[in-house]
């Protein structure tokens, strides 16, 4: 820990989004699969852990956003996620985050159990406000 990670202050806060593997359809009726939920944090660019991980692949203006989930989905990219700031974005990267488990895990498994995955995300059009239709129960 530096001391920009003690001065950004609570930066392990849990929030909660859905993961969309298609968007809902409300034109046409079409009952589609049910969003999965997933807990995540958001990476801080300024964290000299992530820095190597992120490089310039994301800025922070608002728009684009990377964020560390351990919700075991498989994310894929091209997919979209609502997150609990009422937006929806568009997954544009996903990485395994190994450095989140032990080096003795990494041993036994490729990708070990419990590994958090990297979301690259891109905000996106959102005419029928699905992330606005956020339920936090």
């Given at each position: 820990?530096?001391?920009?990670?003690?001065?950004?202050g609570n930066a392990d806060a849990l929030y909660s989004g859905r993961y969309y593997e298609i968007l809902p359809n409300f034109k046409q009726g079409v009952t589609n699969p049910a969003p999965m939920p997933f807990d995540y944090e958001i990476i801080n660019p300024a964290e000299r852990r992530y820095q190597n991980i992120v490089g310039n692949l994301i800025t922070l203006n608002g728009t684009n956003i990377a964020v560390k989930t351990k919700t075991p989905i498989q994310f894929m990219p091209d997919k979209h996620v609502a997150l609990q700031d009422g937006h929806l974005y568009l997954i544009g990267a996903v990485l395994d985050d190994l450095s989140s488990v032990p080096k003795e895990a990494?041993?036994?498994s490729i990708i070990?159990?419990?590994?958090?995955?990297?979301?690259?995300?891109?905000?996106?059009?959102?005419?029928?406000?699905?992330?606005?239709?956020?339920d936090t129960n």
């Open positions: 820990m530096d001391f920009l990670d003690f001065a950004e990494a041993k036994v070990p159990v419990g590994v958090a995955q990297i979301l690259f995300l891109q905000m996106v059009d959102d005419p029928w406000g699905i992330g606005g239709l956020y």
